[in-house]
């Protein structure tokens, strides 16, 4: 459509002669100054949750955008919604969610219930906690330490269907499993992070608190 130069320009691409009466007025200029602000990662609800720290955040995500992107670009987002690091007891939230999940698919897929000890969710969070990547580590760090060695387990015979497998952390990043019949073992999951994150929590804070390296501050390709 000739006449449309808001947000909404791309969705009246077909509209013909009649886009120009829905230019600017409720989805385009408005759309730029009103529309582009960010929500909490946290839900949502509240825009201005993460106080002074998030409306600089947001600001220099907004900042950064525009230095980037040509403005026919930027005029067709809706909204830009900046979310805020997850912390480490919303993180272990998110952990428990999973492993119920888990649970329940080893139940209705496999006829297995699984034992999940306080001790395993702790290491969990510990090796998927990242403020930095979000809940994505955490469910790698669930694949590692959970489903992998539940479906070793169930593989080799150690556990069979109708069967308990009851799972623990040794405190040093093993597995600890024990079968219906009393018999235990260690199942040692591989070390290195299959995801963008790389490192450990530490590094993933820095990086959060220090910001990315100034040449490419949104890690752009």
Same mark, same amino acid.
């Given at each position: 459509g000739g006449g449309g130069n808001g947000a909404g320009g791309d969705r009246r691409s077909g509209d013909g002669g009649g886009s120009g009466q829905r230019g600017s007025g409720q989805r385009g200029g408005d759309a730029r100054g009103q529309r582009d602000g960010g929500v909490s990662g946290r839900g949502g609800g509240d825009r201005g949750g993460g106080g002074g720290g998030y409306e600089a955040m947001r600001g220099a995500v907004r900042r950064e955008m525009s230095s980037r992107f040509r403005p026919e670009l930027l005029n067709r987002l809706d909204e830009v919604v900046v979310f805020e690091a997850l912390s480490r007891a919303e993180v272990s939230e998110v952990a428990q969610l999973y492993l119920a999940q888990l649970q329940r698919r080893c139940a209705d897929e496999m006829q297995i219930s699984l034992d999940l000890s306080p001790a395993l969710s702790d290491a969990i969070v510990e =090796?998927?906690?990242?403020? #930095?990547?979000?809940?994505?580590?955490? =469910?790698?760090?669930?694949? #590692?330490?959970?489903?992998?060695?539940?479906?070793?387990a169930s593989l080799d015979g150690f556990v069979g269907e109708g069967e308990s497998l009851g799972l623990d952390s040794d405190g040093e990043g093993r597995v600890l499993l024990r079968n219906k019949r009393g018999k235990t073992r260690t199942y040692e999951p591989a070390t290195a992070a299959g995801g963008i994150e790389g490192g450990d929590a530490a590094e993933s804070a820095a990086l959060l608190s220090d910001g990315l390296p100034k040449a490419n501050p949104l890690g752009l390709p």
């Open positions: =090796r998927g906690y990242s403020p #930095a990547y979000g809940a994505r580590p955490l =469910r790698r760090a669930v694949q #590692a330490l959970c489903e992998d060695a539940v479906a070793e």
